[in-house]
């Protein structure tokens, strides 16, 4: 994140009216939901009246409007924070926890040196979450479906290692092993006695079998039931630093995996 630069203190000015385009009743029942929110055991309609400056009918009118649409709920005079509320609230949910891991992964990306992604195996299939790279240290493009050739990159090999047998077995009768690079296993029983020889928590290593010129290593995270890895990237001329990398990134995820574990689900 680019820091804000600090501003000279200023003399306090009187704040500029609200521009014609503002709509007054809206501004005033966003008041009245800022009021409810602060009373996490209900309060009536004159104590909200009263604490956002509106005049009480005003006040009965907006708060009504309000419950109608679900916003807000009353129970014995007291008003509360209702369902349509709530759900705005809990969506934000889901973008706090992408911010996580975005966070988590450019901190790992400058700690290593190279570019770092993060997937996850969500209903069947490779979702590859996000990726954080640089102009100097560019992500591997993705030029052939990276769903359908997990057998031919780390992130898809360490995926399916953490799979039970049934369900790897499942995943290549849906999408079968074919050559994508002349390195490229090349069949399906090879690769899975490659997935049977994998350690738990080893990172996966995987050498031009995806692209041409770019060597991969993905490292295992377990989180529940899910499977989710977390990966490194390098030019081919560099795979002499792909393993050292690996083992830093492996070091770095150990010190934040609670945060991206609470991430898994977005």
Request: include cysteine.
């Amino acid at each position: 994140m680019l820091a804000v630069p600090c501003q000279p203190h200023a003399r306090a000015v009187a704040e500029p009216a609200p521009p014609a385009t503002l709509i007054g009743s809206v501004q005033r029942a966003m008041r009245l939901l800022e009021s409810v929110a602060g009373h996490e055991h209900g309060a009536p309609a004159k104590q909200l009246a009263r604490e956002t400056g509106l005049a009480l009918p005003t006040a009965y009118h907006l708060l009504r409007t309000l419950v109608h649409e679900g916003y807000l709920r009353r129970d014995k005079g007291l008003f509360f924070l209702g369902a349509a509320a709530e759900r705005l609230s809990s969506s934000g949910a889901p973008q706090k926890r992408r911010s996580t891991v975005v966070d988590a992964l450019a901190r790992w990306r400058d700690a290593v040196g190279a570019p770092v992604y993060y997937a996850v195996y969500r209903e069947g299939e490779i979702d590859l979450v996000c990726v954080s790279d640089t102009p100097g240290n560019p992500a591997v493009q993705e030029w052939a479906d990276f769903r359908e050739t997990g057998h031919a990159h780390a992130i898809g090999q360490c995926l399916l290692s953490q799979l039970g047998e049934a369900a790897r077995r499942d995943h290549l009768d849906r999408f079968p092993v074919q050559p994508v690079t002349p390195y490229t296993v090349r069949d399906g029983h090879g690769l899975l006695r490659r997935l049977e020889r994998t350690r738990r928590m080893e990172p996966v290593i995987e050498r031009q079998e995806y692209a041409l010129g770019t060597v991969c290593a993905a490292i295992p995270i377990t989180a529940g039931t899910t499977a989710a890895t977390v990966a490194v990237s390098l030019p081919a001329h560099q795979a002499d630093r792909l393993l050292p990398a690996a083992q830093r990134l492996q070091a770095e995820v150990g010190r934040l995996l609670g945060p991206l574990g609470l991430s898994i689900t977005i």
